[in-house]
Nanobody
Framework: QVQLVESGGGLVQAGGSLRLSCTAS????????MGWYRQAPGKPRELVAR?????????NYADSVKGRFTISREDAKNTVYLQMNSLKPDDTAVYYC???????????WGQGTQVTVSS
């Protein structure tokens, strides 16, 4: 079982930056990938960034955030970060952390954290 705790959301002006954190607690279950997704009002949840926990550390980003957002990992703290720079009003959404275990087909979601970008 995996539990995720997110932090770092808030209100920021356009052009500003925020860093989201997601710390995972597991009961011995391996995590194979973690990612950030977001959902704006009236829109479906979408992938923002995802990091696979392989030696290559493959990352995927939504086209809309490439060059502005960076996903990273701190192994010692079992934490994944999303550094968001040059924020735009269109980035306003609830951001959710997700953790995957492929062997057991586990996909665990965090509680979500609100990011609001004012123009």
């Amino acid at each position: 079982q995996v539990q995720l705790v997110e932090s770092g959301g808030g209100l920021v002006q356009a052009g500003g930056s925020l860093r989201l954190s997601c710390t995972a607690s597991t009961s011995g279950l391996a995590i194979n990938a973690m990612g950030w997704y977001r959902q704006a009002p009236g829109k479906p949840r979408e992938l923002v960034a995802r990091l696979r926990f392989t030696s290559a550390g493959v990352t995927n980003y939504a086209d809309s955030v490439k060059g502005r957002f960076t996903i990273s990992r701190e192994d010692a703290k079992n934490t994944v970060y999303l550094q968001m720079n040059s924020l735009k009003p269109d980035d306003t959404a609830v951001y959710y952390c997700n953790a995957e275990n492929w062997a057991k087909s586990v996909s665990q979601w965090g509680q979500g954290t609100q990011v609001t970008v004012s123009s």
